[in-house]
């Protein structure tokens, strides 16, 4: 019998294959996103977690052979970040709730998956913080030639937490899949010249700048 481990793997292997023939228009079936074909060493049932893919009407399976229902596998949505402040999440420097992008949050949920981010709070700052800028500056300055982000009341050298945010940020895009961000427009970190902004665009994800 074959280690569930194995078997998760080719599950997962099987599932990019679908999808990129899909992508490419040589698939013409639907990708129904089921369950990882793990199965226990004890009963020999599927029971793994969502992961693995059938084609077209079940795939020939019944349902019965699945942990869970196969709708609630239906479609496929690609994951995006997106700043957690249009979200209404209150992380921005004063701490208050900035104004919600509705609009946009709805329009964008119906095809994608909405991955919130707060750089600056994945780099260790507090909320409310200092609100510090890049006195004109770009990220890729910050980045390649020492440019240095000060708190302007404090007087603190917070570079650091804003270049680690943007590592973080750009790791759970890896993690989750994201090639594309809604991000703040105007921040120090998220813009899209900001210092997030610019680690995300190295990592080959797309910025997409939100006033």
């Known amino acids: 019998m074959k280690c ?31 369950l990882s074909r793990q199965v226990s060493l004890d ?3 599927n029971v ?3 992961g693995g893919v059938i084609v077209g009407e079940h795939g020939g399976k ?8 196969v709708a609630e596998y239906q479609g496929y949505k690609e994951p995006v970040l997106i700043s957690a402040c249009f979200l209404g999440v209150p992380c921005r420097w004063h701490g208050r709730k900035a104004k919600k992008r509705d609009a946009l949050i709805e329009r964008l949920k119906k095809k994608l998956v909405l991955v919130p981010v707060c750089p600056e709070q994945l780099g ?9 800028t890049l006195n004109g500056g770009t990220g890729a300055q910050v980045l390649d030639e ?43 970190s998220c813009d899209r010249e900001g210092i997030a902004g610019e680690i995300l665009k190295r990592g080959g994800v797309k910025v997409i700048r939100v006033p």
């Open 4 to 34: 569930a481990s194995l078997l998760y793997r080719q599950a997962r292997q099987e599932k990019t294959t679908l999808l990129h023939a899909e992508r490419r228009g040589t698939l013409k079936t639907d990708l129904t996103v089921v």
């Open 43 to 45: 009963s020999g049932h």
């Open 48 to 50: 793994g977690p969502p």
């Open 62 to 69: 019944p349902e019965s052979e699945f942990l869970f229902p």
């Open 124 to 132: 260790g700052m507090p909320t409310p913080r200092d609100a510090a």
């Open 146 to 188: 020492g440019l240095r982000i000060v708190a302007p009341e404090t007087g603190q050298d917070v570079t650091a937490h804003y270049v680690n945010g943007g590592r973080y940020t750009l790791e759970i895009a890896r993690v989750v899949g994201a090639k594309r961000a809604y991000l703040k427009g105007g921040s120090p």
